[in-house]
């Protein structure tokens, strides 16, 4: 990765109310943004903007990684018409065998098991029979193992982050361009039903024009991080050991990802630069105190990641993104979801809420709207109602019952097959996965060097110019 400091002379704009009249001065100010530079792209290579595959009737799918997570993308899978599991992946072999008890429960054909060693997956990406490679692993074997699949001619599906570095970023999208195969990366809360409904009213514009928004991951994972994996904790000591080495939002996805959509990043607007402030760390020291002794190893750990760590990022037509993430306060768990436009507002957490202001673009049903306070119950109900998102109105029956946090795991799995089983273009593409994950390593360069502005390098290289807005893409009716 290059990274470059430049001074450069920004203007400030102040608006200074003068005898009535409103006076905009303008004024200057030194900064000194950290530049990450977006390289050429190599010649003979073209973005994968909207790119399609051929349309297959079965996908045939492998596996990487059944720990907390992936044992239950072998449940979700299993009930979507025209998927077949052919094999199944993790370095421990029980995690395998329980994967397959999942398919015996289905009544489905047991997959060929790989585990026993850590390049075991390796085998499972060179078979011949799988088109898809759908990878659950921790962090930092996401890259490798999606760059090596797309290498032997699969479609990828990856957890978040699908990387941790701008070099790792790059590495996805230059193999997705050259292998012009898709690399999605998995971000379920962009399939949340609130996050749906409140897109489609975006994309409807009852909210006007989006100017600001805010999305956070506010999880208390102390209990799991300080987990011992033989009890049940993460495989290795891996979430613990990053924020040991780490002070970024590494885990930045589930916020950003659904309010980019209704922002249209990537599609007519693109994250032009970041600063990030993070707070000394504190929360860690002090369970580890409580958990293990105010002595011990643990508590005598130099934990890197501030507890609470602000983001906030400026897109190229002026729109502004607040993210947020801790996940080491006792805190109500929260990912914020808040887009605030010039007609209006919405909020999901700490309980959903939408405010509005009159808009021809409502019926008569709401009238007598006013966004200094949020929509009463009934009214709330009678919105959420009319404007719940066509593909959650089509399968979030079966996803309530499927489940996986709530049903939205499985219409991410669901949009997956469907547009695979089609030939349309996925819902994120790799510029989306890469965008969304660079936030990490972005942070931390800001927070390194005493919250400075990062620019942001351009992954699409300016492709993000070929659409003006976010769309799922639909099959024609036949
Ligand atoms: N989208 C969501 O809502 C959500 C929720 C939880 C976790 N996640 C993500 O899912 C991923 C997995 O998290 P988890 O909680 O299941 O962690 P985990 O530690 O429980 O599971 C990871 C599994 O990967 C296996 N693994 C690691 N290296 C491997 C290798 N080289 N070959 C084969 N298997 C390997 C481990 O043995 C383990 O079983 C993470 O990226 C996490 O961020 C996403």
Not at 341 to 368: H, S, V
Not at 437 to 459: K, R, Y
Request: hydrophobic share 35%.
């Amino acid at each position: 990765m290059k990274l470059m400091k430049l001074t450069l002379l920004v203007l400030v704009s102040t608006a200074i109310l003068s005898c009535g009249n409103n006076r905009t001065e303008q004024k200057t100010a030194e900064m000194s943004p950290i530049v990450i530079e977006t390289p050429a792209r190599p010649e003979g290579q073209n973005d994968v903007f909207n790119l399609t595959a051929p349309k297959m009737d079965i996908v045939r799918v492998g596996i990487i990684g059944l720990g907390m997570r992936g044992p239950g993308a072998v449940d979700r899978l299993s009930y979507i018409e025209g998927v077949e599991i052919k094999a199944l992946c993790d370095i421990h072999r029980d995690r395998v065998e329980k994967s397959n008890a999942i398919l015996a429960k289905h009544g489905k054909p047991a997959a060929d098991g790989y585990y026993g060693s850590e390049e075991a997956w390796k085998q499972l990406c060179e078979r011949e029979d799988i088109d898809l490679v759908y990878i659950c692993t921790d962090w930092k074997t996401h890259t490798p193992m999606a760059v090596y699949a797309m290498e032997h001619g699969k479609h990828v599906a990856c957890e978040v982050p699908i990387a941790i570095s701008i070099d790792e970023c790059w590495a996805l999208v230059n193999t997705a361009e050259k292998t012009r195969k898709h690399c999605m990366m998995l971000e379920n809360c962009c399939y949340d039903f609130f996050e749906m409904t409140t897109l489609n009213m975006a994309q409807k514009g009852l909210l006007g024009e989006i100017v600001h928004a805010e999305g956070a991951y506010i999880h208390d994972l102390r209990y799991l991080n300080f987990l011992d994996p033989k009890e049940g904790g993460y495989n290795d000591w891996w979430r613990l050991r990053f924020n040991e080495t780490h002070n970024g939002n590494y885990y930045a996805t589930h916020g950003l990802g659904p309010v980019c959509q209704a922002l249209n990043i990537g599609r007519g607007d693109r994250m032009k630069y970041l600063v990030a402030m993070a707070s000394d760390q504190f929360g860690m020291t002090e369970y580890a105190k409580e958990k293990f002794g105010e002595d011990s190893e643990m508590a005598r750990k130099n934990y890197a990641k501030g507890d609470m760590i602000n983001t906030l990022i400026k897109t190229e037509n002026g729109k502004t993104i607040l993210i947020q993430h801790d996940v080491t306060s006792p805190r109500p768990y929260n990912r914020k979801h808040a887009l605030s436009g010039t007609k209006g507002y919405i909020e999901k957490y700490p309980r959903p809420g939408i405010a509005l202001e009159p808009n021809e673009e409502l019926g008569a049903d709401f009238e007598n709207l006013n966004a200094h306070s949020f929509l009463p119950e009934k009214e709330f109900d009678k919105m959420v109602e009319e404007y719940e998102h066509p593909i959650t109105k089509e399968v979030g029956e079966l996803a309530r019952k499927v489940g996986g946090h709530g049903g939205m795991d499985f219409i991410m799995d669901y949009r997956l097959i469907y547009c695979l089983r089609n030939g349309l273009p996925l819902d994120m593409n790799v510029y989306d996965g890469v965008e969304w994950s660079c936030i990490g390593e972005l942070t931390a360069i800001s927070i390194q060097n005493g919250s400075v502005p990062v620019l942001m390098p351009d992954f699409t290289r300016g492709a993000w110019k070929k659409a003006s807005s976010y769309t799922h893409a639909m099959a024609e009716k036949q």
